[in-house]
């Protein structure tokens, strides 16, 4: 039977407040509870509910990006998927081994060393002595600490548990593979190995959920993807329309074309020379739509605007009035914008709007794209500058 993940109305319900570990703290909240006055109203009113009837299917082969705010229901969600936590409703179901890294140091024994800690968890996963000596070397390479294996893992940094928990949690043959935020204290190296395995184990066919704050690396990754918002599913699709919602505010396609007033409607936004460009080289755009408007607005204008999947940030901005370029006026109309991505190697949105300066934000909201910068010449810092750099041997 093959590997599947599945989540069947899946709700949680927790209450807010202290959890008393020891009776001495109980007995007097007991007795300040039973002479309380609206005791049961106040009680209900700390309940809430972390998730929200939510369902899923990740099948072999597949990646399921989770994204969303904080406290949005995405980390309660894979602690129920690892049996962590049970649901108040509803089934969740994982067929297989399951290889987690949920949290830096989950599972790990404190006072253990890292050696230890390996195997500690292969027992843990129902695996022989045999098959864990077998993979305890690439374990330990990948983790790139062979130094320090023998250490207690209470002296590690943050970034030396993730490696390590990783590298346990992808090594150990695992059917499934859940991974939270943790891969964001790694450093980029290991980050980028760490990716690859993940992408190595889904086309072997385990069924993987990852839950990341790093956009580019859900839409790299990612099969398909899912936006959770107080515990809910705002968006279920591809990783880039759930990126898109998130960085947006969720609106669909068809409503971020046709939003405003509809006096201009914007039909497509296309990159006709292709979606991927090496940084420091130009790359062009071109949007096409409608104009309803039969007078020109003195306070609005079109704009282009880039932005990071990854920092979720604009790196850059440009308006018609910044370069002369007319607001549409009854009738079709199309834009051709060149732009030198003079930037990090990664994802980008380009997208396009109406920008109203009386108010200062959009007032139609555009179409928008995903294109990929490549690395060519490698640099440093946050702009590409096409170093060209030579030298000459003055005198011996």
Not at 132 to 141: A, L, S
Not at 340 to 357: A, F, H, R, S
């Amino acid at each position: 039977m093959q590997p599947t993940v599945l989540f069947d109305r899946v709700s949680k319900k927790f209450k807010r407040g202290s959890v008393h570990d020891s009776l001495r703290d109980m007995i007097p909240a007991i007795g300040r509870k039973l002479f309380r006055r609206g005791t049961t109203a106040m009680d209900d009113s700390r309940e809430f509910w972390a998730l929200r009837d939510l369902s899923f299917e990740v099948k072999p082969g597949e990646v399921l990006g989770i994204i969303g705010p904080n406290g949005a229901g995405k980390s309660t969600t894979l602690k129920i998927l690892n049996r962590i936590m049970e649901p108040t409703t509803g089934v969740a179901y994982a067929s297989g081994k399951i290889g987690a890294l949920i949290e830096v140091s989950a599972g790990f024994h404190q006072d253990l060393t890292g050696r230890q800690n390996v195997f500690l968890q292969g027992a843990i996963m129902g695996m022989r002595k045999a098959e864990i000596v077998r993979k305890f070397d690439p374990i330990v390479e990948f983790a790139g600490l062979a130094d320090f294996i023998d250490t207690p893992v209470k002296r590690y940094s943050s970034g030396m548990n993730a490696r390590l928990g990783f590298s346990i949690a992808a090594h150990l043959e695992p059917d499934i593979l859940i991974i939270d935020e943790v891969l964001a204290v790694g450093d980029h190296a290991f980050q980028k190995k760490a990716f690859a395995r993940i992408k190595e184990m889904a086309r072997e066919g385990a069924p993987v959920v990852l839950v990341s704050h790093q956009l580019d690396r859900i839409a790299e990754l990612c099969t398909k993807a899912i936006l959770l918002d107080r515990g809910a599913v705002r968006l279920e699709g591809t990783p880039l329309e759930c990126i898109n919602a998130y960085l947006h505010g969720g609106a669909s396609a068809e409503e971020i074309a046709q939003s405003g007033e509809q006096s201009i409607r914007f039909s497509s936004i296309r990159a006709p020379n292709g979606l991927a460009v090496h940084s420091g080289e130009q790359m062009l755009f071109v949007v096409e739509g409608e104009s309803l408007l039969t007078d020109n607005n003195p306070h609005w204008t079109p704009a282009f605007r880039v932005s990071s999947t990854q920092e979720g940030m604009v790196v850059h901005a440009v308006t018609g009035l910044d370069r002369d370029i007319p607001l549409p006026v009854n009738g079709v109309f199309r834009y051709a914008l060149s732009l030198q991505m003079n930037l990090l190697p990664g994802l980008y949105l380009v997208d396009v709007c109406i920008w109203d300066t009386s108010v200062n934000s959009d007032a139609i909201n555009g179409p928008r794209i995903q294109i990929e910068v490549l690395e060519r010449n490698k640099f440093w810092g946050s702009n590409q500058l096409n170093a060209d750099w030579s030298a000459a041997v003055i005198a011996r």
